[in-house]
């Protein structure tokens, strides 16, 4: 009996490799891809705080209620206009939406390009921030919305007092700290952020 040496691969072999090198290369670029998408979110929810600091400072500026016309209603009073730079009190952007996110004086956001807001306003209590108060309280809830080129949702919170702690009467003479501004140089640019501390307004 002559006896040869095999050389080579089977076809059952060949077929049992491809199939085990499919299954490794599909479970790699799974992978690969979840990692992308983690990196693009993370990229994303950067670039949504960000955003959200540069419209929340401008809201959260505002007197809690309307200093001429306070009628306890939410929303823009009768007769003012549309344009955000004339709003004069935290719930006139109860409603207000924009695809084309800019700062109340219309400046210009440039990290906000594609992304688009939308915004809703509501009394609430202390003891529950998150349920909606059909009554008016001393406290109001404002969600703010980002989305992003991508689809991607992004919420954030700022609250409005009616008793801020400039509006609470002193008993002696006594500073109090209303605001911060904070100003960052890098190589390419000049960024600069400020915001009034929440709940808080100017008698």
Known sequence: MRVTNRLGFSLLETTVA??????TLVA???SFAFVV???NHHASSQDASRIAQIVLADISSLPFEDPVNATGLLGRELGESTIRSTWDDFDDYAGWSST????ADGTTVSIANGWSASA????CTSSN????SVTP???KLLTLQLTSPTSQSFVFYSMRSR???????QEASSQVLSACQVTLQSDEELLSTGSRLHNQQEP
């Not at 491809?18 to 299954?23: E, N, Y």
């Not at 084309?100 to 700062?103: E, L």
């Not at 921030?129 to 909606?132: F, Q, R, V």
Request: hydrophobic share 60%.
């Open 163 to 169: 008793e801020g702690a400039l509006l609470v009467p």
């Open 18 to 23: 491809t199939v085990l090198v499919a299954i």
């Open 100 to 103: 084309a996110i800019a700062r």
């Open 137 to 139: 309280t001393d406290l």
């Open 120 to 123: 809703t306003v509501t009394y």
């Open 28 to 30: 790699a670029l799974n």
């Open 129 to 132: 921030t998150m349920l909606a």
């Open 37 to 39: 998408a983690t990196t």
